[in-house]
């Protein structure tokens, strides 16, 4: 990302009628500076029609010139960074798409849907995982508790309820626990792939994330939950 320096000039400097934004190209844009994070300078463009917002990146900038009379440079030690948008099958190799739906639908879904398919099968692999380990446990205790019932004391009653116990609850819970877990193996296996997709296009998988930045308006600093879209 691109650091901000902020230099003061001397008083002689001469206040200027509003903002002015320096493009690396050195022309100019006339405007009301209303935020600048370490990303992008939102503003207000004063050459256009009722003086629209608009925004400009900041890998863009050269300077920025502020009616206060101060000065915003924008160094060059680091680029800029900001994350393109991409469309529905922009990574996809059309004349050799893969046969199965699940891993077509990977490959030809845009970066913000796989980010919500990991999500998604992600979430849905940890409650398989849970499942398993809740119906195991029972059939374990089920087992543990049958045999400890049938034991105790010599009434047929205990035996018999016993005896039900320690074979119906492992089959219930091994049933159960067996299906948990082919879902966790599966929905794990889906958000694997998907995030191998991402990796491949080297996007992160969150789809969001804390841009700091300086307020000029209130002198203040602040952190911008930036969504991915």
Same mark, same amino acid.
């Given at each position: ?31 009301l ?21 608009a925004?400009i ?15 915003i ?18 990574y ?5 798409l ?10 030809m879904a ?16 940890i ?15 089920? %087992? /543990?508790? &049958?045999?400890i $019932?049938? =034991? ?8 018999? #309820? ?20 082919k ?10 792939k ?15 994330? %804390? /841009?700091? &930045?300086?307020d $000029?308006? =209130? ?8 969504? #991915?879209?």
């Amino acid at each position: 990302m691109a650091f901000l320096s902020l230099t003061n000039f001397v008083c002689a400097q001469s206040i200027r009628k509003n903002d002015v934004i320096v493009r690396r190209d050195s022309s100019r844009i006339q405007a009301l500076i209303l935020q600048v994070s370490y990303e992008k300078v939102n503003y207000r463009d004063l050459a256009a029609p009722d003086s629209a917002k608009a925004f400009i990146y900041m890998d863009q900038v050269a300077r920025i010139l502020l009616k206060s009379g101060k000065t915003i440079h924008v160094k060059d030690s680091t680029a800029a960074v900001r994350m393109p948008p991409d469309t529905a099958g922009q990574y996809a190799d059309m004349t050799n798409l893969p046969e199965n739906p699940f891993d077509r639908s990977v490959v030809m879904a845009n970066s913000d849907q796989l980010r919500n398919k990991y999500e998604y099968y992600k979430n849905k692999s940890i409650d398989g995982k849970t499942g398993t380990i809740v119906f195991t446990s029972f059939a374990a205790a089920s %087992l /543990v508790s &049958g045999i400890i $019932i049938a =034991n105790s004391g010599n009434s047929p009653d205990n035996k018999k #309820f016993g005896n039900s116990l320690a074979v119906a609850g492992p089959v219930f819970g091994g049933v159960f626990g067996l299906v948990c877990f082919k879902n966790y193996k599966l929905h794990k296996k889906k958000a694997e792939k998907v995030k191998t997709e991402l990796e491949r296009r080297n996007q992160p998988l969150e789809s969001l994330r %804390l /841009v700091p &930045g300086f307020d $000029i308006l =209130n002198k203040s600093g602040f952190l911008t939950l930036s969504f #991915f879209f």
